[in-house]
Structure formats: C-alpha cells, structure tokens
Antibody
Framework: QVQLVESGGGVVQPGRSLRLSCVASGFTFSDYGMQWVRQAPGEGLEWVALISYDGTQSYYKDSVKGRFIISRDNSKNTLYLQMNSPRTDDTAIYYC???????WGQGTLVTVTS | DIQMTQSPSTLSASVGDRVTITCRASQTISSWLAWYQQTPGRAPKLLIYKASTLERGVPSRFSGSGSGTHFTLSISSLQPDDFATYYCQQYSGFPWTFGQGTKVDVK
C-alpha cells in the first residue's frame, strides 16, 4: 500500500535552516509529481510547493518563494523541502502528498521560534 | 492567485441530514477542483477530484458538482463519521489554493 512518511520537523530559530524529508513506498515514485501542504496550528490547509515527476519543474507559494526549495531524489524515493530563513509564520504541520492528491503523509511539525 | 471561498464556515447538522457546502473560485477553474475531509489530528482525506469524481473507497453519500467558478459538495445522509472539516482546493493554476474550510458539527 502507498505510504508517505515525513521527518525532519522540530524547533528551529528564525533565519536558520531545516530540511524536511518524505520517504515514499508502495508506488512508482518517479512517475508522480509531489507536493508539500502545511497547516498552522488551528488553521486551514495551505499549499506550499510542487515538483514534477522528474524534478525539472517546481512551483511555490509566493510567501516561500526564494526561501524554500522543493527537490527529490528518485533513486531514494524521497521528497525534500529545504526551509531556509524560516519565519515564525512558517510554523505548521507539513504534509507531503502525491500530485494526484490521493495519498498524504501523517505530517511533521515545524516550530519556528527564538 | 485564485481565491477560493467556502460557505458556510460552520454548519450544524444532525445524523441523517442532507448537507451541502459551497466553494466559489475567483476565476474560472474548469473542473480542476478537489474536496477533502479532515478530522482533528489526521491528514486530509481526498473525497472528490475533478469536481465530481468520487475517489475510490469513498462512500456514495458524498457527491460533488459544478464547474467554472461554482462548486458544491453534498452529503446525502450525514453519518457520525462525517462530522469533520471539509476543504476545497483548486489545481487549475499555480499557486494551488484551498478554501478556508467548513466545519460540520453536531446540532
């Protein structure tokens, strides 16, 4: 069965860096685009970024453009989100999901605080 | 960016009720719309994609309709597991965007 397992969340200071990972199994990872979606505590869902199946195209929410980098390693079935210069308003649970929206991970919590 | 507006924000209903949630897009998105259900502490679950296609394994009491800018999610007979928050999402153009959510609670 399809599984997406995120990791790498934690507490980070504003302006530092953090890298999230999402390991995929149960499907041919290299055939599918992948996305990151976040949810601040008590708030709604917010789309963050998407990467194409082969990693050649990526798209971002405006507020993270230039700070976050989505990437993937198809040889390791792994999706990444490099969070550079995080801000307090980046505090959220970060979910990875397939581009087709049908499978999601359980999420990893990122808390940005000084 | 395409803005997605859901209504109502909160809906109080009873088991057996028919429930309808509306999602409006700020510009046409054809049928590139998904609906999700989320319960506390859980990841979102896909219910409907392409505005009206039921995801495999989702009960048939859920249905979606609409195209262009006006969409609806209906639950024909509300069940205890259906008390949750529902979100629409457009994937017509980047950045993809979600509605603010509709919480369905017990009347």
């Amino acid at each position: 069965q399809v599984q997406l397992v995120e990791s790498g969340g934690g507490v980070v200071q504003p302006g530092r860096s953090l890298r999230l990972s999402c390991v995929a199994s149960g499907f041919t990872f290299s055939d599918y685009g992948m996305q990151w979606v976040r949810q601040a505590p008590g708030e709604g869902l917010e789309w963050v970024a998407l990467i194409s199946y082969d990693g050649t195209q990526s798209y971002y929410k405006d507020s993270v453009k230039g700070r976050f980098i989505i990437s993937r390693d198809n040889s390791k079935n792994t999706l990444y989100l490099q969070m550079n210069s995080p801000r307090t308003d980046d505090t959220a649970i970060y979910y990875c999901a397939k581009e087709e929206h049908d499978h999601w991970g359980q999420g990893t919590l990122v808390t940005v605080t000084s | 960016d395409i803005q997605m507006t859901q209504s109502p924000s909160t809906l109080s209903a009873s088991v057996g009720d028919r429930v309808t949630i509306t999602c409006r897009a700020s510009q046409t998105i054809s049928s590139w719309l998904a609906w999700y259900q989320q319960t506390p502490g859980r990841a979102p679950k896909l219910l409907i994609y392409k505005a009206s296609t039921l995801e495999r394994g989702v009960p048939s009491r859920f249905s979606g309709s609409g195209s262009g800018t006006h969409f609806t999610l209906s639950i024909s007979s509300l069940q205890p597991d259906d008390f949750a928050t529902y979100y629409c999402q457009q994937y017509s153009g980047f950045p993809w965007t979600f509605g603010q959510g509709t919480k369905v609670d017990v009347k």
